[in-house]
């Protein structure tokens, strides 16, 4: 990940994320060719950021203690996107639940941006309705970000 070589137990990648499990239950050839197996074929994961891999290892690691609730908001963000990406589906409910526990809650134009992004479906409805009671329009940035199909129809529903 971004020319850092990380050391990881190929379990525990396997027993959370049905993406990795299947890509280690692909016919293996050669030892000295196969991904992973050594330090010089390590599986390249590619348009995948350091700082979004070690917040999904971290979370992995914590993942069934107390512990995992030491990342930070932004971790969690990496946490969900990687874990809806791969299939980490412990996981992403942890991120999903982190998220949306106080004392950071967050604002319902984020929540509509990251349902819509990664498919939280109980986040939608609640986040729309929030919005379409506040007393401040959406904004042209706001806009962008939730899409203006959904910006107009909040708009629509507001008068």
Not at 63 to 84: A, M, N, R, Y
Not at 115 to 141: F, M, N
């Amino acid at each position: 990940v971004e020319d850092c070589l990380f050391r990881i137990n190929k379990e525990l990648l396997e027993a959370e994320s049905t993406v990795f499990r299947d890509m280690f239950l692909l016919p293996q050839g050669d030892p000295e060719t196969i991904e992973g197996h050594s330090d010089a074929r390590p599986v390249i994961l590619q348009g995948i950021s350091k700082k979004d891999f070690e917040s999904l290892l971290r979370a992995l690691i914590q993942h069934g203690t107390t512990k995992g609730s030491d990342l930070d908001h932004d971790q969690w963000i990496s946490v969900l996107k990687l874990s809806t990406m791969w299939d980490f589906h412990g996981l992403c409910n942890a991120a999903i639940q982190h998220l949306d526990t106080p004392p950071q809650p967050l604002d319902p134009i984020d929540k509509v941006e990251l349902a819509l992004q990664y498919d939280i479906r109980e986040w939608l409805l609640p986040a729309l309705l929030a919005l379409a009671r506040r007393s401040a329009p959406i904004s042209i940035e706001e806009g962008r970000r939730i899409g203006f199909e959904n910006a107009l129809r909040l708009a629509s529903v507001r008068e």
